[in-house]
């Protein structure tokens, strides 16, 4: 990752020379072509086809294009309008913004996984290990702050409930926050937050107050998960699709490193169990926070200032900021050491042009909530049990997760 580089700056598509080729330079069909050898016949039905279709539809790329191809085998225009209308059909959605969407999600599947995924995969991985570092570090300071403020054992566990509310909203919050406001800030916001009240719960003055800070920091621990997984899809090929689930991995990293610093402070630091314990007698729970703290800051300079993320190009085509849309893929491809075919007059050409266009071309504020609180519908969950024998395996699934 170059150091130094500037987390507030803008790109052009013109700051990456080189890096766009013409459309004829494609192949008809995306990075995603499904193997040959797993075809299913026109006549032969799947349990799980309506929800291939679904996935599809959501990642922009249908099968259409496997069955409309050039002479030469290469992409042409007509072969991608025609491959966005029929996922269009199938999503249900037809906008300015949906078509230029569906068109930067088959650029992106065409430049593939590379260094920039790679790195992305790194530092989302600290979303998830800053969730599982703070869920364990705060579990393993409950004794000492029983002991230090004087709670009782019974109470001292509603601690932990300050912690789940300020996760709860932070989930809640950051989720739709981050696509009015963007996914790059709130990327880098939840983890600064995390870090800033996570320093601050060393100092805690008293058990209020120290369930205060938890709660505050939980504002930003909360939005790790749904934010991180939800930017690292949108720059993922869906051929590397399992990498999201992947990301788990640095759950249980978060639980070993606080469990460890807790073996190497707590024993060591603390008062005995009976009699008076005083600030100065306990300072064990507090090296351990104030370390877990210093280790999310350090994540979020890693962040922002070691790594350029670019803003997600979809929120970016939804705000009307086609052009810095465009930038925003050329980067990718530029990072990643490869060639685009997108262009802004493809855009164009597929949505249309915005002066000449009556269909919108972004997104209100009301607008992009709506499709957010959309995900939500039961219509989604129903796919899960289309079948019986997707039901059985679906209702277990649900219960674990439960």
Same mark, same amino acid.
């Given at each position: 990752?170059?150091?130094?580089?500037?987390?507030?700056?803008?790109?052009?598509?013109?700051?990456?020379?080189?890096?766009?080729? /013409?459309?004829?330079?494609?192949?008809?069909?995306?990075?995603?072509?499904?193997?040959?050898?797993?075809?299913?016949?026109?006549?032969?039905?799947?349990?799980?086809?309506?929800?291939?279709?679904?996935?599809?539809?959501?990642?922009?790329?249908?099968?259409?294009?496997?069955? *409309?191809?050039?002479?030469?085998?290469?992409?042409?225009?007509e072969i991608l309008?025609?491959?966005?209308?029929?996922?269009?059909?199938?999503?249900?959605?037809?906008?300015? &913004?949906? !078509?230029?969407?569906?068109? #930067?999600?088959? =650029?992106? *599947?065409?430049?593939?996984?590379? $260094? &920039?995924? @790679?790195?992305?995969?790194?530092?989302?991985?600290?979303?998830?290990?800053?969730?599982?570092?703070?869920?364990?570090?705060? =579990?393993?300071?409950? /004794?000492?702050?029983?002991?230090?403020?004087?709670?009782?054992?019974?109470?001292?566990?509603?601690?932990?409930?300050?912690?789940?509310?300020?996760?709860? #909203?932070?989930?809640?919050?950051?989720?739709?926050?981050?696509?009015?406001?963007?996914?790059? /800030?709130?990327?880098?916001?939840?983890?600064?937050?995390?870090?800033?009240?996570?320093? =601050?719960?060393?100092?805690?003055?008293? @058990?209020?107050?120290?369930?205060?800070?938890?709660?505050?920091?939980?504002?930003?621990?909360?939005?790790?998960? /749904?934010?991180?997984?939800?930017?690292?899809?949108?720059?993922?090929?869906?051929?590397?699709?399992?990498?999201?689930?992947?990301?788990?991995?640095? @759950?249980?990293?978060?639980?070993?490193?606080?469990?460890?610093?807790?073996?190497?402070?707590?024993?060591?630091?603390?008062?005995?169990?009976?009699?008076?314990? +005083?600030?100065? *007698?306990?300072?064990?729970? !507090? &090296?351990?926070?104030?370390?877990?703290?210093?280790?999310?800051?350090?994540?979020?300079?890693? $962040?922002?200032?070691?790594?350029?993320?670019?803003?997600?190009?979809?929120?970016?085509?939804?705000?009307? $900021?086609?052009?810095?849309?465009?930038?925003?893929?050329?980067? #990718?491809?530029?990072?990643?050491?490869?060639?685009?075919?997108?262009?802004?007059?493809?855009?164009?050409?597929?949505?249309? &042009?915005?002066?000449?266009?009556?269909?919108?071309?972004?997104?209100?504020?009301?607008?992009?909530?709506?499709?957010?609180?959309s995900k939500f519908?039961?219509?989604?969950? !129903?796919?899960l049990f289309a +079948?019986?024998?997707?039901?059985?395996?679906?209702?277990?699934?649900?219960?674990?997760? =439960?």
């Amino acid at each position: 990752m170059p150091f130094g580089v500037n987390p507030f700056s803008r790109q052009d598509h013109h700051d990456f020379p080189g890096v766009v080729v /013409p459309l004829s330079s494609a192949p008809a069909h995306s990075k995603l072509s499904s193997d040959p050898e797993k075809k299913v016949g026109p006549d032969e039905k799947t349990d799980d086809g309506s929800l291939d279709r679904a996935s599809s539809a959501e990642h922009g790329v249908g099968s259409f294009h496997s069955h *409309q191809q050039s002479q030469d085998g290469h992409l042409t225009i007509e072969i991608l309008r025609a491959e966005v209308e029929n996922d269009l059909a199938a999503s249900g959605q037809d906008s300015a &913004y949906d !078509r230029k969407a569906k068109v #930067i999600n088959r =650029a992106i *599947q065409d430049i593939g996984m590379g $260094r &920039y995924q @790679w790195e992305l995969f790194m530092l989302c991985g600290f979303g998830w290990l800053a969730d599982n570092l703070w869920l364990q570090g705060v =579990a393993l300071t409950l /004794p000492q702050l029983s002991l230090e403020f004087g709670v009782d054992e019974n109470n001292v566990r509603f601690t932990t409930c300050a912690l789940f509310v300020g996760l709860c #909203i932070g989930a809640s919050f950051w989720g739709i926050a981050s696509d009015v406001i963007g996914r790059r /800030p709130a990327f880098n916001f939840t983890l600064m937050i995390s870090g800033v009240f996570g320093l =601050a719960s060393g100092g805690g003055p008293n @058990w209020v107050g120290t369930c205060a800070l938890y709660a505050c920091l939980g504002l930003g621990v909360g939005g790790n998960l /749904p934010v991180d997984g939800a930017l690292f899809l949108e720059f993922l090929p869906f051929a590397s699709g399992n990498l999201l689930t992947m990301l788990s991995v640095w @759950w249980p990293v978060g639980n070993l490193i606080s469990s460890l610093l807790a073996w190497a402070f707590i024993p060591n630091f603390t008062c005995p169990s009976t009699g008076p314990c +005083t600030k100065e *007698q306990n300072m064990g729970w !507090r &090296y351990l926070v104030i370390t877990l703290g210093a280790i999310t800051f350090v994540m979020f300079i890693c $962040r922002f200032f070691l790594f350029h993320l670019y803003e997600s190009p979809k929120f970016l085509l939804s705000r009307g $900021r086609q052009d810095e849309a465009v930038a925003a893929v050329h980067g #990718i491809a530029y990072k990643n050491r490869v060639k685009t075919w997108l262009t802004v007059e493809i855009l164009n050409e597929i949505g249309g &042009y915005p002066e000449e266009s009556t269909n919108t071309q972004s997104l209100s504020n009301k607008q992009i909530v709506q499709r957010y609180m959309s995900k939500f519908s039961l219509d989604r969950i !129903r796919g899960l049990f289309a +079948t019986k024998k997707l039901g059985i395996s679906s209702t277990p699934f649900e219960y674990l997760i =439960a």
